[in-house]
């Protein structure tokens, strides 16, 4: 069995459509689970709905349209969706007339794109003589939190493959979509269709998780900063975990561990040239030689610096910082330490004014903005030496100045944080140095 994930890219037409089609009817042999994302375009329109419904603009007519010109440019019955679009269509009116969106609605609201892209495809291939059934995930039990909007899985007990043995005809999922134990509908963040890919995959004991995307696979750094960017043939989970959460916009971070957990191979593909091998995520590969493999980055980057005397041999204090972060939901990419100050970084903006003025309660706190993190990854990094000095030598020549630099525990990778002017200049100065 594999499982074959599609984003919303390669499902945003219907020839886009018809190509995903041809590539599943090519791998039938391998028995294949689909899960698919919402058609490319329609999260960030329910994402804009939701934001302005609550001032009562309920108007969700562009995302009606698209849906069913995709189901009439594809021969296929133009109300088959008008169940689906109905309720997101009421579901809105009743956000602008209590003037609220609250997280768990916004959830709900959420769900309709993979709910239709599922349905959809599920009927272009019965059309075209192929079984298939649309399934809600949650449906055949995948089980969350109640964190809407970045809602986590709860253990899997054999429920997944329980019931996905019941279905008829090849399975077409929606990702991104969970359900808490009051029977609330989850999302697991955005990009969170290759998170719910893997957990399929670890719950059905798959020999592949296919990745189906635009590009051809997992690039040595991003070709719209960095125009030589060439494709990686193999990689280690522990070097795309590190690739995928600094940066890296092919895979979500949180796909690698539930892949990692039962050694499935990831493999990142291109649905507009799918002859290409991609890029194969491993347990273990045979190095090339070279000890870099990526150069990926991060924009908007917010440097959080704390001052505090009496944290001076104070146990405990770094507890009480990150305590608070949690509370907050600020995720700390980057973290450097002194006897008296602590700089970190942040990039949910949106969180920060309250993060610091809780933690101004434990010292002086400053914010700089308009930084960028950048980080070199390589299985390499952890037994070749120099590497450190090569980066910041190359930096340095370019004149760009580091304002943190850290090295991973697991070695794999180096995480420097420079300001976001520089980065174009510095991402590609590293990518010519190592490549």
């Not at 995930?137 to 986590?152: H, V």
């Not at 719910?196 to 990745?211: H, P």
């Not at 590190?242 to 561990?257: K, T």
């Not at 944290?311 to 990419?333: S, T, Y």
Request: proline share 4%; hydrophobic share 45%; aromatic share 4%.
């Amino acid at each position: 069995m594999i499982i074959m994930k599609f984003g919303g890219t390669s499902l945003g037409t219907a020839e886009s459509i018809q190509n995903v089609f041809r590539i599943v009817s090519e791998r039938m042999d391998r028995d294949p689970v689909l899960v698919l994302s919402a058609h490319a375009g329609v999260t960030n329109s329910l994402v804009e709905v939701a934001r302005t419904a609550p001032g009562g603009d309920a108007d969700v007519s562009k995302i009606e349209d698209f849906h069913r010109r995709l189901l009439n440019d594809l021969d296929l019955p133009v109300d088959l969706l008008d169940e689906q679009l109905g309720e997101m269509a009421d579901l809105v009116r009743g956000m602008a007339l209590v003037s609220e969106a609250s997280p768990r609605v916004r959830d709900l609201l959420l769900s309709f794109g993979e709910r239709c892209s599922t349905r959809l495809v599920a009927a272009y291939f019965k059309q075209q003589g192929m079984e298939a059934q649309a399934v809600d995930a949650f449906e055949i039990g995948l089980r969350t939190d109640a964190n809407f909007g970045r809602a986590r899985p709860l253990a899997d007990d054999g429920r997944i493959a329980e019931n996905m043995s019941k279905i008829e005809g090849i399975p077409i999922l929606t990702g991104f979509l969970g359900r808490d134990a009051d029977g609330n509908i989850t999302t697991l963040g955005r990009n969170g269709s290759d998170f719910s890919a893997a957990l399929f995959g670890n719950a059905l004991d798959a020999s592949e998780i296919q990745i189906w995307t635009d590009v051809d696979g997992v690039m040595t750094a991003d070709p719209r900063l960095v125009k030589d960017a060439r494709q990686i043939p193999t990689m280690s989970f522990g070097e795309a975990s590190e690739l995928a959460y600094y940066g890296g916009r092919v895979l979500h971070p949180a796909m690698i561990l539930p892949a990692m957990e039962k050694s499935i191979p990831v493999r990142v593909l291109n649905t507009n040239n799918a002859d290409n091998t991609g890029t194969v995520i491993l347990s273990a590969y045979e190095e090339s030689g070279a000890p870099v493999r990526a150069v990926v980055h991060k924009n908007d980057i917010h440097l959080v610096n704390l001052v505090s005397p009496p944290m001076l041999q104070q146990h405990g204090f770094l507890a009480k910082v990150f305590r608070i972060a949690e509370a907050h939901e600020v995720d700390v990419d980057l973290v450097a330490t002194s006897e008296v100050s602590i700089t970190m970084t942040a990039d949910r903006a949106d969180h920060l004014p309250s993060f610091c003025e809780e933690l101004g309660e434990l010292g002086d706190v400053t914010v700089e903005p308009d930084h960028a993190l950048i980080c070199v990854v390589g299985q390499g990094i952890a037994h070749t030496h120099g590497i450190a000095a090569q980066v910041l030598g190359t930096l340095a020549e370019a004149g760009v100045h580091v304002r943190v630099i850290s090295q991973g525990a697991i070695k794999v990778n180096i995480g420097l944080v420079i300001q976001q002017v520089d980065l174009h200049e510095a991402v590609n100065r590293l990518h010519s140095h190592f490549f």
